[in-house]
């Protein structure tokens, strides 16, 4: 039964993806709830774990059960939020360590909060799958073959996502370019 599920979910059949969704949808939003303690990021990320398998269903090989498959694919969304926020935790309190030292001016303060909301919105200019290879990359540090491994695709599709990315970043950011390059520094490869 779940095999001719899978099968005709890879065909593109909409019913069979939702059979899945309406199955599993809120056991995963508990399951992720009990990771991130948040109910709307929780939702978010099973949202988002049932877009990408949407997207993929062609090329999805799943071993195991469509269950297993979706709650490893939850848990890993999970975590990798997890990391995030804990890296945005760490950019804060690493900022805040250097804002005492070396008492920025207000000027750059204003400068830097701007470069980030315009960074922010750049991000959202990209396309989906550039937008997760770069936030992978330069948000959860993800070496290019972890983002492949997480994501199915090659190496060199996630170097060319990353090219474009930084490509269309730099467009997007080029009337703050030195600040950007100041910022992406340690990320420009």
Known sequence: MEKQVLETLQLGNESAFEMIFRTY????CRYAYSFLQDKE???EVVQSSFITVWDKRN??????SVKSYLYRMVRNSCLNVIKHEKIKQQHVAHELAVSEVSHESVSQKVHAAELEIKISEAMKTLPE???LVFQLSRFEELKYQE???????????????MGKALKL??????EYLPLFLIFMKDWLV
């Open 59 to 64: 090329s999805l090989t799943i071993e195991t």
């Open 169 to 174: 970043m730099r467009v997007q950011l080029k």
């Open 129 to 131: 799958q550039c937008r």
């Open 41 to 43: 990021e929780a939702e």
């Open 147 to 161: 983002i492949a491994d997480q994501l199915q695709i090659s190496v060199k599709t996630v170097e060319n996502h």
């Open 25 to 28: 949808y809120q056991p995963l």
